[in-house]
């Protein structure tokens, strides 16, 4: 028997994935404790967009120095994207950080911002490439806040997934930071009209700054993970406590606009041993770009 909670969370995830305009696009988090799935998830979402709809275009934005996530997909579906200017190299991690930039063969495209401070993103728009993950890098994780921005205008549905949302979003930002967070709260107050998708995932929801926490429109917990308290969700922290961990698939809450159901993920990305590589941005680049250069 299918339970109550059950088809509530196939609703809501029907409901993530639906391309109607009227209902338009949703931000995601993902939450839970320490490897329990998190970037599994976000993966499947990947991989139902990439198959159900293969003209689309799916960006992916990675944390640097540590192992390429996007890689658990299959390289075969990657499309690794660097920003001609900023430094970013591949290194492999089996091989005492070896130089693997000529093998990953990263398509370079560039950006320019005008004088008022918007963005140009076409290049990296028409260079990337649908139906794969467009892994990009910009060298520095924050200009991605400015391309969420720009897909804003680009007319077509679109997907950006983001590991580790925390180092985009922070709580408490420092110096000018704040007035961006800001601006990227309003920023994702429009993805829901502007046909985009933004997945996010975090293992502490309270790392990410306020302001973006409450624009969140699903919310998936794994277990885990820390539940933020009775205004943004109904769901609570000790049935959160109680999910069952499983080698076969984690269970998971997923909460959508006051309602709640419960689920199981079965769709298990493990890394690919073949593969252990990591991207950083090289140290001259760092320097002139400041203390925030990845
Ligand atoms: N739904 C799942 N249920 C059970 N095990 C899973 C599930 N998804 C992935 N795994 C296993 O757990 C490992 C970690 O998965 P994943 O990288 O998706 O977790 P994570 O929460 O993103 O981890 P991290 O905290 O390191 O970012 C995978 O390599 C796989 O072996
Ligand atoms: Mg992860």
Redesign the pocket.
């Known amino acids: 028997m299918v339970s109550r909670l059950e088809i509530e969370a196939q609703n809501i995830i029907k409901r993530m994935h639906s391309q109607d305009m009227d209902v338009g696009g949703v931000l995601t988090q ?1 939450t ?12 499947s979402f990947a991989r139902y967009t990439w198959q159900q709809y293969p003209e689309q275009k799916i960006f992916w934005s990675e944390c640097y120095k540590a192992p390429l ?1 996007s890689l ?1 997909g299959g390289m075969k579906n990657c499309h690794f994207m660097v920003a001609d200017t900023s430094g970013v190299t591949f290194h492999d991690r089996n091989n005492k950080l070896e130089d693997v930039t000529d093998f990953v063969s990263p398509t370079y495209f560039t950006f320019s911002q005008k004088e008022n401070g918007e963005y140009d993103f076409s290049d990296l728009y028409e260079k990337a490439k649908p139906g794969k993950i467009n892994v990009v890098f910009f060298g520095n994780r924050y200009i991605w806040i400015d391309f969420i921005g720009w897909l804003r205008d680009c007319g077509e549905w679109v997907h950006v997934y983001i ?2 949302f925390a180092e985009i979003a922070p709580t408490n930002p420092g110096g000018e930071l704040w007035k961006k967070m800001i601006a990227f709260a309003d920023i994702l107050k429009d993805v829901r009209k502007c046909m985009i998708n933004v997945y996010t ?1 975090t ?1 502490t929801p309270a790392e990410v700054d306020w302001r973006i926490r409450k624009k969140y429109m699903v919310r998936i917990y ?1 277990p885990g993970a820390k539940v933020e308290g009775h205004g943004y969700t109904r769901v609570r922290q000790n049935a959160v406590d109680n999910l069952l ?6 269970e ?1 809450y997923i909460d959508h606009a006051g309602t709640f159901g419960k689920t ?8 690919d041993y073949q593969y252990h590589i990591d991207a950083r941005v090289t140290k001259k680049v760092e320097e002139s770009n400041g203390e925030d250069a990845s």
């Open positions: 993902v839970g404790g320490q490897g329990t799935g998190k970037t599994s998830i976000m993966l996530q658990k590991e580790e995932n293992q794994l961990r499983s080698p076969k698939g984690n998971a199981r993920f079965m769709d298990i990305f493990k890394p």
